[in-house]
């Protein structure tokens, strides 16, 4: 276990690693509504400058001009590039960041003769909005406040720079208490929200598939089954049983638990000839109706189902689950060479809405499997 970090808002960071994708999202969220408020700050500014309004000159109209522009390209970038990676969202949020300090320096320059105000006003807000390594986000803020003291340095009066540097010096140090206390807050967010989904998952993982063979279990195969042939399509469907063939005298000669070893690897014989790939298991139920992708479930004892897509001639399904079957003449485990299996097939045609009368058509194909002498294909006229 990692120890606890102030830089990670005292958490481990393990745990800040599990938050990354929730913290660039509120990142994310927080710079569109900023940007926003920046857009309508800058406009403003700018008409205050083309009027002579407020302190402000329209010599610093072309600065505010700059800004505005700044902005809306800004903003069509985040739009347009909306799916960001993790580095490349880090940038954008230290971009914003500096932008945003950046015109609170500029406005504080354009009113020599005032106290800074707006600048202080972003300093808190960006303390607040996003989210980072406290070291990082400390860094940058610190920053943008030396270029602040540097600007209003040159070209300030004596008495308010002074104000300026009493002012930001307090605003810095409360503005990253607030950061390190609200973002800590948020992580311990983030925290029970992962933990919740975490358990939410476990949840699905254990209800839809088989803890022996990581197969679907027979309610989920079913219904998920169910699911596709509703669903228009135009491609044949094929659903297959398989029954492994003397599994009794396996568990009575070698025992249950070589028993459970033989079905985890016909559960493994099935999941790679037919190039099953769960991905993240818990949303692989859903996926597997949406993207058309193959899927295999247990039955119970000895038996699995199996439903697969785009298989068109009888050579190419043939060739298919002879292949699931020679993985298993080939399987080697302790005491036993080689694992036999029947298999009954059918295709399911696009006008086909009954799972019911498919799976009696594919176990009555298994059942002359298994009367032709067994370890073998047939598939249903």
């Not at 036999?340 to 499997?369: F, K, M, N, Q, W």
Request: with cysteine.
């Amino acid at each position: 276990m990692s120890e606890k970090s102030p830089n990670t808002y005292g958490y481990e960071k393990s745990s800040y690693d599990d938050c990354i994708e929730l913290i660039l999202a509120t990142n994310r969220r927080h710079m569109e509504i900023l940007n926003l408020w920046f857009l309508i700050i800058a406009a403003i500014y700018l008409f205050f400058s083309w009027q002579n309004m407020n302190g402000l000159s329209a010599v610093n109209a072309p600065f505010f001009l700059g800004f505005l522009i700044y902005e809306i390209v800004f903003m069509l970038v985040l739009i347009r590039f909306r799916r960001l990676s993790h580095r490349v969202m880090l940038l954008f949020t230290y971009v914003n960041l500096f932008g945003l300090l950046l015109f609170g320096i500029v406005c504080s320059a354009a009113q020599p003769y005032m106290a800074a105000t707006m600048y202080l006003v972003i300093l808190v807000i960006v303390a607040l909005s996003y989210i980072d390594k406290l070291l990082r986000m400390g860094a940058a803020l610190l920053l943008g406040c030396t270029a602040f003291l540097i600007v209003s340095y040159q070209t300030k009066p004596g008495t308010i720079m002074n104000q300026d540097i009493f002012n930001v010096i307090v605003v810095l140090l409360l503005s990253m208490v607030f950061h390190y206390l609200f973002q800590r807050a948020r992580m311990r967010e983030f925290i029970t929200f992962q933990e919740s989904t975490r358990m939410q998952h476990e949840l699905e993982i254990k209800s839809s598939f088989d803890a022996l063979t990581s197969l679907l279990n027979r309610g989920r195969f079913f219904s998920m089954a169910g699911e596709v042939l509703r669903q228009d399509h135009t491609d044949t469907i094929v659903m297959a049983l398989m029954d492994l063939d003397k599994f009794k005298e396996v568990n009575d000669t070698l025992g249950h638990q070589m028993g459970d070893k033989v079905i985890q690897e016909a559960g493994r014989a099935i999941l790679n000839s037919l190039s099953i790939d769960y991905g993240e298991k818990w949303s692989f139920p859903a996926r597997a109706v949406k993207e058309q992708k193959n899927f295999a479930g247990r039955l119970g004892g000895d038996e699995f189902v199996v439903l697969i897509r785009d298989l068109g001639s009888e050579e190419e399904i043939t060739r298919l689950f002879e292949g699931v079957l020679r993985r298993l003449n080939e399987a080697e485990l302790e005491g036993l060479k080689g694992i036999h299996a029947s298999i009954g097939v059918t295709r399911i045609a696009p006008s086909e809405r009954d799972v019911d009368s498919a799976y009696t058509r594919a176990d009555a194909a298994l059942y002359r499997s298994k009367e032709a002498g067994r370890n073998q294909v047939t598939i249903s006229e």
